[in-house]
């Protein structure tokens, strides 16, 4: 009876879990520009693995529960799988997002850039203190 309801939540998780990635994968093709991309392509599969790892480490702990050790050891590197996951995708998105920025990639249809206009007032602050140094 258990281990009929313990499948069904494997089962569960990783149909949340496919939904997720695929619908990640929709977004990368379908978005206008590079960041709401990487917003597609970090948050959904991101979410997505969630669910996939977890439903592997469910269906571990039932193995390992039923005297297998396997299950244990399959269970642990999921969960260090995820940690690895979670640390890194949203550390890409952030370093791909400033490269994109830095380098003229401009979002489509923004209204308001806040880095930029952070970006110019240092240039203007570092000019006036260069023509402040040459004064002197």
């Known amino acids: 009876m258990i281990g009929t309801i313990i499948n069904y939540i494997v089962y569960l998780f990783l149909v949340i879990g496919v939904f997720f ?7 990368i093709l379908r ?5 709401t991309r990487l ?3 970090t948050k959904c599969t991101t979410f997505g693995s969630i669910f996939l790892i977890l439903s592997i480490v469910i269906l571990g702990l039932k193995t390992w529960h039923l005297g297998d050790t396997d299950g244990s050891v399959l269970a642990i590197h999921s969960i260090i799988a995820l940690i690895a996951i979670l640390l890194t995708n949203p550390t890409g998105a952030h370093a791909i997002a400033r490269a994109a920025h830095r380098s003229g990639v401009m979002p489509i249809d923004a209204v308001v850039d806040r880095l930029k206009e952070k970006n110019d007032k240092n240039q203007d602050r570092k000019k006036t203190e260069v023509d402040t140094l040459e004064d002197e």
């Open 21 to 27: 990635t695929l619908l990640g994968g929709v977004g």
């Open 31 to 35: 978005f206008p520009d590079v960041y």
């Open 39 to 41: 917003h597609a392509g």
